[in-house]
């Protein structure tokens, strides 16, 4: 997963880069439709609007990640980005923060070996299952580095990480922000939660985010309304955040997600201004 306060893959002179989820239709056999609950008219509405699988408001959406993980609006130049920060997960690298002790790089690497047998990283694959749970570089250094860099000049490693970042991160949070009835911002919170935290069992994954807004606010599916539901949901993200101090600067909601909500920007739409970390940024 990705994590704040890491170093840009493309020095940037502004500042230093930090790393840092159906509707319901109700068909009538009578010529007078039948009578739907809210939460199903929520769930229906928000399956028939542009979500953030859209293409338009995918790209949107790596460019906010990418300006919280990498100071920079470029996601795609960080295919090559690779780095130990210090976190206790070992590597973080490429477009979504890949972790050599997370599992999710031994997951990526074993898939780009399976697509294209014999790569400069499948040599790495026993050392990546042996490191995985630990922040050991033992069986990596000191060529790993230079390996990934490689390897991420070539387009069959670059769409492994496409792929597994959709798998693990982008499809689920989709999803489950559909099901809930959320608009693309709400899919998005859902999304850089899931990238930051993960979908473990632990307190502050994202499934126990989700949980806690629970407590205090019901989505649109369940017949809530869809801003104070994404406030509560953006005051758990934050709670999670402040329990790790590698992730204690919550600007990326406060300075960026919470602006797009007071603006009641619930679909995206360009364009888009926002700080990560001091750091202004627009999208047109």
Not at 126 to 134: D, F, H, K
Not at 140 to 155: C, G, H, M, S, V
Not at 244 to 269: G, M, P
């Amino acid at each position: 997963m990705v994590h704040p306060f890491r170093a840009s893959a493309t020095p940037e002179p502004a500042s230093p880069s930090r790393r840092t989820l159906l509707a319901l239709l109700g068909v009538s056999l009578t010529a007078v439709p039948l009578l739907r609950t809210p939460q199903a008219s929520a769930a229906s509405t928000a399956a028939r609007a542009i979500g953030l699988d859209d293409p338009a408001k995918k790209e949107i959406a790596m460019q906010l990640v990418s300006s919280a993980e990498n100071s920079s609006l470029d996601w795609k130049a960080q295919y090559k980005y690779i780095e130990d920060i210090g976190d206790g997960r070992g590597y973080t690298a490429g477009i979504i923060g890949f972790c050599s002790g997370t599992g999710d790089m031994l997951d990526l690497v074993q898939l780009y070996a399976t697509r294209k047998p014999g790569n400069v990283l499948a040599k790495y694959l026993p050392a990546l299952r042996s490191v995985n749970g630990t922040d050991s570089h033992s069986g990596l250094d000191p060529n790993f580095p230079k390996d990934w860099r490689t390897a991420a000049q070539d387009t069959a490693f670059q769409q492994a990480q496409n792929d597994e970042r959709d798998r693990v991160y982008f499809n689920p949070a989709v999803s489950q922000g559909k099901t809930d009835g959320l608009r693309v911002l709400g899919q998005f919170t859902y999304y850089d939660a899931i990238v930051m935290h993960g979908d473990g069992d632990d307190p502050t994954s994202f499934r126990n985010i989700r949980a806690r807004a629970l407590r205090s606010a019901k989505p649109p599916a369940q017949g809530g309304n869809e801003t104070t539901y994404l406030n509560a949901f953006l005051d758990a993200r934050v709670w999670a955040m402040r329990q790790e101090e590698a992730h204690s600067d919550t600007t990326r909601v406060d300075t960026e997600q919470r602006v797009f909500l007071r603006n009641r920007n619930l679909d995206l739409n360009t364009p888009l201004s926002w700080k990560v970390y001091g750091d202004s940024y627009h999208i047109n």
